[in-house]
């Protein structure tokens, strides 16, 4: 009998990474440069425009690093061929793993809770945050929640070595584009790039001719004029499409199903009897929310208790997190202390982010100091599991982190809404920036980067993404109004809203129809995962998401159809063109996302100042 293979110490880990990989690239070639920086934040500022756009209507988040690579990689390659003499050398592929960590940062990071939890706080008290408030809030919480990864980065990603499938992702993204590795020898990346480029045209285009020159409406009645007062009918646009694509067969066609039942079954036989009043959106969302939340709360937070040995094995590293380390004379290891972020990093950001949080929260929404400490120290664990989460299976559960603040938090001061949604902000905000800044370093890790100049970059943009991603959204919701509107349904902040509300006024406050909702949505949402983990892998194909069915229930029909038809193009792809599929799907899709988002941000703010009708 063979014997077991013996387990390597963290010291040998970390002296195997040094020598095999690091060595390779991160000891003798460029990374961290103004370039690099300058290249991320623009097209990070320019992603947390898309982001925002995205969220608002549908709250979804997308991913910020593979658009990032391929748009810089595209865009330098363009300069140097305009301007040799200007812009003399290439972009390593180090420096463009840095420059990603820093568009993702402005991009993804700053931006994830203004669409939910800030959004939420609008519903509830009627009114935006000042302008200071909000920037100054966005700011602290991307500076504490990318300091929290710190000590995490070394026992998850250099010890246990945990996936974090969208950081490998990206580093093959990267090595495609560079030519790096033998699978990728003589490819430039150009296809991706022009594919990118092109169908980003196509994006402005659609939104040109619908939003600016009026030339189609936004949705076309395809299924019937009365059927389209429950909004059932086909969005004139590309995005759901796109996002739909990306999202995944399962997820689309989920929500598929969750818009037939709810806009195709239950908002017709609610308004046949009376209980919802006016055919409208706005008012029809105000009773099909609360299944589709409960469906997708109940079933958030069963998803993260099933996944408690994550959770087992996230506290039990604490001690291996913190421990201290002794000061080796082993030269390799040495250097390798030399180039990973210093505790002391982590304590001043730590230090320098809960001062600035809780004397926000304790001073402009009335939190008293100690509640909002707790929320900080709340947060760095439920960090914690969320970072694990996502780099076993790549998924952040920041939704079911933020709800277990919200029910704690209805515990401690019931019927304080603003309490309770600001502490969640912190748990969700803290959660998403942490775990995009550990999959950013699994990025540099596959690629034998430094990750101590790959924090930098990162910490670099923060300070992009809060200078644009906050004028922006005051510009585009301007009153609280917009929010909830067929425009910008914002369902992530419904949700939240939902919840907070539940939490203060209690079940009696409900219809007796939105309270049987309620339940079922919860029952639903709490069978869906027991059935994913209980029957055999064949079977669970034809287990819905429950996110998905319960999303659906927070927006238009005509988004769900969209979906759908994404998630079809993507299947058919995969199934007959497999190699076509895997390579052009997510540029593609990336492109028109970015292209349309993007220019329906300009048309909107062109709108805003009066400069067009």
Known sequence: MAEKPRKMTPEELEREWFENVYTGRGDSMVQLTWRAVIMGSLLGGFMSLSNLYIGLKTGWGLGVAITSCILSYAIWKSLRGLAPRLFKTDFTILENNAMQSTASSAGYSTGGTIVSAICAYMLVNGTHLPYGLLTAWVFFLAVLGVSMAIPMKRQMINIERLPFPSGIAAAETLKSLH??????????????????????????????????????????????????????????????????????FRTAWSILLGGILCWGVAAPY?????????????????????????????????????QWKTALRAFSGITAIFSKREVSTDPILKKMDAIEVPGTWFLAGMAFGTIGIVYLINRFFGVPVWMGTLAVFMSFFLALVACRACGETDTTPVGAMGKITQLMYGAIAPRQMTTNLMTACITAGVADSASDLLTDLKSGYVLGANPRLQFLAQFAGIFMGTVVVVPAFYLIVPTVDVLGSDKFPAPAAQVWASVAKLLSNGFTSLHPTARWALVIGALVGILIPILDRTLPEKARKFVPSAMG?????????????????????ALLLEKKRPATGEKFTIPVASGLIAGESLMGILITLMGAMGWIG
């Not at 238009?556 to 998630?567: D, L």
Request: charged share 5%; proline share 1%; with cysteine.
């Open 549 to 569: 069915l319960g999303l659906a229930w927070t927006f238009h029909f005509w988004y769900a159809f969209s979906m759908f038809i994404g998630g079809c193009i």
């Open 270 to 306: 609610m308004h046949s009897i009376g209980v919802i009043q006016d055919l409208g959106y706005r008012s029809m969302v105000s009773w099909t929310l609360w299944g589709g939340a409960a469906c997708m709360v109940s079933s958030g937070l069963l998803s993260f208790a099933l």
């Open 179 to 248: 030519g790096v590795g033998e699978k990728n020898q003589g490819n430039s990346g150009n296809d991706s790039a022009r594919a990118l480029f092109m169908s980003g045209g196509v994006g402005v285009l659609i939104a040109t001719v619908r939003d600016w020159l009026a030339w189609i409406p936004s949705q076309f009645a395809i299924f019937g004029a009365s059927l389209s007062n429950y909004t059932i009918a086909f969005d004139a646009s590309s995005i759901m499409i796109a996002a739909g694509a990306i999202m995944g």
